[in-house]
């Protein structure tokens, strides 16, 4: 079984949509994240979710909100799509707070 | 957010040999983490060594960590091809509220 599972793998959309991606991980973690890898493969944490409490949230545009209906999930909303949105984003979890992070497959995302 | 600086950027080795990569952080740190990512695949896991260990081994891994010069290097003997990927150290510093700053990676190609 997936420990973390993303989907869509693919997305590829209009600038100015709305979209979505979800994230689970079934390893009963504490902690969750989403990261932003760019063309140059930089990972950039975006959010992190502890028991269902934001606990980092970096210089994100408020375009991009997290919502994280129970521990095993978080999913990551996005509205008004622009160009520089294109990128892989992970989503990963972790015990706790700083320890190992078990990453998902990531979603490609192409916002054309 | 700060980030750890890897070297080299990239690295072309013949199989069978061995490749070290390096790693520099600029904060104290709580632990101190290697990552692989294929092509097209999220981040693996690979080793974690806290700030009062000086030397870990895991398999054909070796990292070490020298917290006065606030670098780890990570050796990987005996190269095989299924190694090509990048490379990716994370630290978890002391006043980062246990978030993981990450390193730009070091790409690896392991020539048959």
């Known amino acids: 079984d997936t420990a973390v599972s993303q989907t869509p793998k693919y997305l590829v959309t209009q600038m100015g949509n709305d979209k979505s991606i979800k994230c689970e991980q079934n390893l009963g973690h504490d902690t969750m994240y989403w990261y932003k890898q760019d063309s140059k493969k930089f990972l950039k944490i975006m959010f992190s979710y502890n028991n269902k409490e934001l606990i980092i949230n970096e210089t994100v545009p408020n375009r991009f909100s997290p919502k994280s209906p129970d521990k095993a999930h978080l999913n990551l909303h996005i509205n008004s799509l622009e160009l520089g949105d294109s990128a892989v984003y992970f989503c990963?979890?972790?015990?706790?707070?700083?320890?190992?992070?078990?990453f998902g497959p990531g979603t490609r995302l192409l916002v054309l | 957010s700060q980030q750890g600086e890897e070297d080299p950027q990239a690295l072309s080795i013949q199989e069978g040999e061995n490749a070290t990569m390096n790693c520099s952080y600029k904060t104290s740190i709580n632990n101190l983490q290697w990552y692989r990512q294929n092509s097209g695949r999220g981040l693996v896991h690979l080793i974690l060594i806290r700030s009062n260990e000086r030397e870990k081994h895991s398999g054909r891994l070796r990292v070490t960590l020298d917290t006065s010069k606030k670098s780890s290097s990570l050796l990987i003997t005996a190269s095989r091809a299924a190694d090509t990927a990048s490379y990716f150290c994370?630290?978890?510093?002391?006043?980062?509220?246990?978030?993981?700053?990450w390193g730009a990676g070091t790409k690896l190609i392991i020539k048959p």
């Open positions: 994370a630290t978890d510093a002391l006043d980062s509220n246990y978030q993981l700053i």
């Open positions: 990963a979890s972790s015990q706790v707070a700083g320890k190992t992070q078990y």
